[in-house]
């Protein structure tokens, strides 16, 4: 794909499709890092990791945001160059050849995004919104290279102001990529559906009367949750541990996504006093 614009680009005089050629051959090296990070989060917990490998995976999304916004800024400097230098207009067979590209990438966004929801894996998810991206890029250098067509003299920039506001965009893009990993990799509480549902699941195992805390951290595709229940305070040590890991038991069967649960005991204080 990338080689298909980079040569309809310099036969076909666009610079938004050369543009969009920088922007897709970005995505070549994100996605072989999304590819490598998938493979190591896999990886199953050992003595150092006790929790998995899960975060490297947010390494490689990390690596997606920065070929993003170097594409961005390569795209931006040379369109400004090309505004400021007079040059002919783009071929009409570039409209052809990015009619194909916008179809294929909008396709490959929706299978990555599906991919990605379907594994529960950011790195997927940063991976698809690349697509999404040369999408958008695509379709503002059809923008630009029509005007460019249609008005003729004077309006030959026009393909390269395409290109200029698609750096923006995909500058954007990676901002969107980005938030949700940082707060991921902080631990940020980003998870309030989630906490619902275990803590609904909860109020169904015998012996639970509620729930407390509940913290959920996310590593790499799957979920590590601290949840603190109460159960009536008069019962033994043995039955409060049964009760706990039957807890765990039920979460993890509803819930394959969650790795692990580390439950915390708490008596029921009115039943106490």
Not at 155 to 170: P, V
Request: net charge negative; glycine share 6%.
């Amino acid at each position: 794909m990338a080689a298909i614009k980079w040569l309809t680009g310099v036969f076909g005089n666009s610079y938004a499709l050369i543009a969009d050629a920088i922007e897709s051959t970005a995505d070549v090296f994100s996605s072989l890092l999304v590819l490598i990070g998938l493979k190591a989060s896999t990886k199953p917990p050992d003595d150092n990791h006790p929790y998995g490998h899960g975060r490297v995976e947010v390494l490689s999304t990390f690596s997606v945001v920065g070929f993003l916004l170097i594409s961005a800024t390569v795209i931006a400097y040379e369109s400004i160059q090309n505004i400021r230098t007079p040059h002919e207009a783009p071929k009409e067979f570039t409209l052809i050849v990015l009619t194909g590209i916008i179809i294929f990438k909008e396709l490959s966004f929706q299978y990555v995004k599906r991919k990605s929801k379907e594994t529960n894996s950011q790195s997927l998810l940063a991976d698809a919104w690349h697509h999404r991206s040369d999408a958008i890029t695509s379709v503002l250098a059809f923008i630009g290279i029509s005007i460019a067509l249609i008005f003729g003299k004077g309006f030959e920039s026009a393909d390269d102001w395409a290109a200029l506001f698609a750096s923006f965009i995909i500058a954007y893009n990676a901002y969107r990529i980005f938030r949700p990993v940082w707060g991921e990799i902080s631990d940020e509480q980003l998870y309030d559906d989630l906490i619902e549902e275990i803590r609904q699941i909860a109020l169904k195992v015998p012996g639970v009367i509620d729930t407390e805390k509940c913290h959920v951290r996310k590593m790499g595709m799957v979920y590590y949750v601290d949840l603190h229940m109460i159960v009536k305070g008069d019962i033994s040590v043995m039955e409060g541990h049964r009760i706990a890991h039957e807890l765990k038991d039920e979460i993890q069967r509803q819930l394959p996504e969650v790795a692990d649960v580390l439950v915390h005991t708490e008596p029921d204080i009115l039943e106490v006093f």
